[in-house]
């Protein structure tokens, strides 16, 4: 595809359909499945209830390590009695915590639906336990509660509340904000480095003694489009962000570097040598998918944000036709140039109510419908072919090298498809 | 404040949604924030149904708190009687709309709906998802079935079969045809496959079939004071249970306890010789009580394995495990912190766990064959064959799931007698345990060295042979103690440490180890 701006529009003007009612998706807390992967000296402490306990143990799935890097500190009915007495349960539970594990050096309190309802703060219990347990642990406070958060945007209030304690600097650095999988992490790397872009600072670093400092001269770029509190708190101390498109896809992932390099002064020609392979690369390996998902109409349910950028990436790259495109919260500023690269068509949905838009779903019967666990094989016995979302989130699927493997998650669903009716009797 | 990394049970209310989900033609309406519907992915994903479960959550959020999380529930409730057109419904609150004291049941009841509407009263903050499910099949029990005559045929009804239960479906159908054997008719089978309507007709049953204490046991003991239906207490799951539950059965009925055994296969395959190197094995059992409590006495008495501990992580059948736990001579754990039983299951140093899918990852650490009994389990654990464990057919089953990951008998034989096996030693791990086997090292520094690497990059299944601080183990008894095979050596350890504390030996010497082996030699 080309680099050229559309001649359409796009979506930038569209009009967004609000709704209001039963939310399939998971709350902020589930980030923790994959941000304690990424912060290795991190611990998340969940203050909740026992749904809090089982929701992160159905979401992780078998991910059973000998001592896991994230638990719940069950509120019980003597905690919900007086208030007090709540905080000298968690300064306790805290300090056998970390007296087990001193290997321990950031320590997360997530607040949850429970603990916000019942206005414990937590805000306050980090605050105390900084000054009880530094210099050897961080403690850190952010809601992943399902009142607030809905599944990524934990990990924007995760990040959100980290930004506030990073050193100042006045370096002119780059900051490029969102937890990535490592392998992705040093291929972003690799490509900033050969246009000649640096130093470059990773926000969540893996570790503690890692964390970038930040100031009025850095600036600063999303890999991920539910950052938006994470944006808010880097402008507050004065970083200046980058606008781009997200980089998924040959085209996302070019344009995205094409902002940096915009900013940094990278001629064409450098920025040529550092691209021309891997984009070439990328295209020869989404054209293999793209034949399966040419002309397939999409329907995506809200789960993760991703939903605008990955229906641009499926429209643009790989041919498809998106009819709703659903995203829990749409963050104008942050999502512009999304918009205006998502050709025109596609119903945009924020927020749900399940049930009516399944008689969406129902009545355009899509090719391909991207929605979350609860739904995918319920709409599979109803002969619909779907695609899982929270793969997406789980999944290395950013920058060139990954552009094929994430058309293929979407084209295995239907090559399956194809292969079992192919497979069945008459 | 209770400090948990994993847990065995959910939230009473996701024991609402097991009963919900079970039946047919009922609503569930929970007060509920967002997220909370991750537990739907229980139902469509680990138990792969190909609906979604009856359950409407309202969806509550932060913005709403200060205002009408009331209306909320009731236009949720409306829209959900208005789609769904249920027989019945039920309504209940998620542990954070317990906080807020909105009234679920209260609230549905000003609506006048045109069904009954069963308020769940769910306490979030002191009981988990076991009582959930007991509690909601009792209230719904309670609020629709009614007293009725007797059915001229012999019938029962048949309680405590849920969605997400471990073989719920398969054992269901064991017993059902076993009871038909008898000339018994199941009138209604409850939550599992039934309809509210269903719900009111079984007071017309002789008598009640408790297939799970653990979501049954409320509403049989209800229907047994209000309809005087007698429930059976022996739960059908190995030979000899099998057998005392047909004969419980007759004595309720009058019937013949004279059933066609014909498939059952287990007896003669235990009996036969190939199995007597099972004989004494220590077997190590965790999980739910009633599992737990039945396997025990198939290990006991049908297969002949040695019952070193047994717990469970059910609270509410702590009694009858305690009292089972004293017939088999072992200290019952009553426990749901899985460090505990891990702690636990190192000490007893068990040849075999029987357990859930938190067992199943502990004997991967501890490099211990294991078998799984009981919820909770994953989505292999619901399998597509037809597997119960009750019944005769149960006993088949259960037989060749326990015994496929021990090693076997030849094969034990052979690693005793070349004990210093160059293919089959410790690090190469247990039998059918995943990871590429490990070639023994050999004393050149150069091997010795690669296999630290290798030794470094690959998780630790077996146990170590460590000092254990008070006896100290001298380097050839420490060599000779390497030489027993892995899977009995904790056990030879502990042993030897033991009868030299006892003797008053410091230092363990080879001649240590065997007078320690003959001590207690079985």
């Known amino acids: 595809m080309s680099l050229d701006l559309p001649l359409s529009p796009g979506c930038s003007a569209a009009p967004v359909l609000r709704e209001r009612g039963q939310h399939e998706v998971f709350c902020g807390l589930t980030g923790i499945i994959w941000l304690h992967r990424k912060m290795q000296d991190a611990f998340f402490l969940v203050v909740g209830s026992r749904t809090c306990a089982h929701l992160l143990q159905s979401a992780a799935g078998v991910m059973i390590f000998a001592e896991p890097r994230f638990g719940t500190a069950i509120l019980e009915e003597k905690d919900l009695a007086g208030l007090a007495d709540a905080n000298a349960e968690l300064d306790r539970e805290v300090g056998r915590l970390l007296a087990r594990r001193p290997d321990i050096r950031q320590l997360f309190l997530v607040g949850s639906c429970p603990s916000e309802v019942i206005k414990l703060d937590l805000a306050r219990a980090a605050e105390r336990m900084n000054v009880q347990h530094a210099p050897h642990v961080r403690v850190y406070n952010y809601s992943g509660s399902g009142i607030e958060t809905t599944f990524t945007q934990g990990e924007d209030a995760c990040l959100a509340a980290m930004v506030p304690a990073l050193p100042a600097t006045d370096a002119a650095e780059l900051l490029v904000v969102g937890a990535l999988p490592d392998v992705v992490e040093d291929q972003c790397l690799a490509l900033l480095n050969a246009m000649g872009v640096g130093p470059v600072r990773m926000l969540p670093a893996r570790r503690s003694g890692d964390m970038p400092a930040v100031g009025p001269n850095s600036r600063y770029i999303l890999t991920q489009p539910f950052l938006g509190d994470t944006a808010a708190a880097l402008d507050r101390r004065g970083a200046k962000r980058i606008a781009a498109p997200f980089p998924f896809g040959e085209e996302g992932t070019t344009l995205w570097l094409q902002a940096i390099a915009d900013v940094y002064g990278v001629t064409a020609d450098r920025f040529d040598a550092a691209t021309a392979a891997p984009r070439a690369r990328a295209r020869k390996a989404v054209a293999a998918h793209a034949a399966t998902l040419s002309g397939k109409s999409l329907f995506l349910f809200p789960d993760s944000q991703m939903e605008i950028p990955l229906a641009r990436f499926l429209a643009r790259e790989c041919g498809m036709r998106p009819l709703e495109v659903g995203t829990p919260y749409l963050h104008r500023a942050l999502m512009e140039p999304e918009l205006a690269l998502l050709p025109e068509g596609p119903m945009l949905s924020e927020g749900q109510d399940v049930d009516k838009q399944l008689d969406r779903h129902g009545a355009q019967a899509p090719d391909l419908t991207v929605c979350g666990l609860g739904l995918a094989n319920p709409l599979e016995s109803q002969g619909f072919t779907t695609k899982w979302a929270i793969e997406l989130v789980f999944t290395p699927v950013h920058f060139y090298e990954q552009a094929g493997d994430l058309a293929g998650l979407f084209s295995r669903p239907l090559r399956r498809k194809a292969l079992l009716t192919a497979g069945a009797k008459p | ?522």
């Not at chain 2, 799970?212 to 207490?233: C, D, L, N, S, V």
Request: hydrophobic letters at 45%.
């Open chain 2, 1 to 522: 404040m209770k400090l948990t990394l994993w847990t065995y049970e959910g939230p009473p209310h996701v024991g609402a949604m097991r009963v919900a989900t079970a039946m047919k033609g009922l609503h569930l309406v929970l007060h509920a924030p967002q997220g909370d519907t991750y537990a739907d992915l229980l139902f469509t994903m680990i138990e792969r149904r190909d609906h979604r479960p009856p359950v409407t959550f309202t969806t509550f959020r932060a913005s709403d708190l200060g205002g009408d999380t009331a209306g909320l529930f009731k236009s949720a409730a409306q829209s959900a009687y208005d789609r769904f057109q249920p027989q019945a419904m039920l309504v209940g609150s998620s542990c954070t709309a317990e906080l807020i004291q909105d009234d679920p049941g209260g609230l549905a009841k000003t609506m006048g709906l045109d069904c009954p509407v069963v308020a769940l009263d769910l306490p979030s903050y002191s009981r988990k998802e076991n009582f959930g499910a007991d509690e909601t099949f009792l209230a719904l029990v309670r609020a629709l079935a009614k007293p009725m005559a007797r059915t001229e045929a012999i019938t029962c009804n048949l309680l405590g079969a849920t969605a997400l239960g471990f073989r719920h479906r398969d054992d269901v159908a064991e017993i059902t045809a076993l009871l038909a054997k008898m000339g018994v008719t199941v009138n209604v089978c409850a939550p599992l496959g039934a309809t509210p309507d269903d719900l009111t007709r079984m007071g017309q049953a002789h008598f009640n079939v408790l297939l799970y204490p653990e979501t049954g046991e409320g509403a049989a003991r209800y229907m047994e004071r209000a309809f005087g239906q007698p429930f059976t207490k022996c739960v059908p799951i190995g030979v000899g249970a099998t057998r005392e539950f047909i004969r419980e059965v007759a004595g309720i009925t009058g019937l013949s306890a004279d059933v066609d055994e014909t498939g059952l296969r287990q007896p003669w395959w235990s009996a036969s010789v190939d199995s007597t190197y099972l004989t004494g094995k220590r077997v190590f059992l965790f999980g739910d009580a009633t599992h737990v409590i039945t396997a025990a006495r198939i290990a006991a008495e049908e297969i002949g394995f040695t019952v070193v501990g047994m717990g469970c992580y059910n609270r509410e059948q702590a009694r009858p495990l305690r009292a089972a736990a004293a017939k088999h001579g072992v200290e019952p754990l009553i426990s749901d912190d899985y460090l505990e039983v891990e702690a636990a299951i190192a000490a007893a140093a068990p040849e075999l766990i029987l357990g859930t899918q938190m067992e199943r990852h502990i004997a991967k650490r501890l490099g211990i064959p294991c078998a799984v009994i009981s919820a909770p389990v994953h989505v292999q654990d619901f399998p597509a064959r037809y597997s119960p464990q009750m019944g005769f057919e149960g006993a088949n089953v259960i037989f060749d799931t326990w015994i496929h990951p021990l090693v076997m008998g030849l094969e034990e034989h052979l690693l005793t007698m070349f004990r210093e096996d160059f293919e089959f030693h410790d690090a190469a791990g247990a039998s059918h345990h995943g990871g590429k086997a490990i070639a023994r090292v050999e004393d050149s520094p150069a091997v010795a060295a690669l296999a630290a690497a290798v030794a470094a990059s690959a998780p630790a299944t077996v146990p170590v042979v460590a000092p254990s601080g008070e006896v100290r183990w001298l380097p050839d008894a420490e060599r000779e103690l390497k030489k027993i095979p892995f899977f009995v050596r904790g056990v030879a350890k502990r042993n030897t440490e033991r009868f030299a504390a006892g003797k008053g030996i410091a230092d363990i010497s080879v001649d240590t180890l065997y007078e320690a082996k003959a001590h207690y030699a079985r």
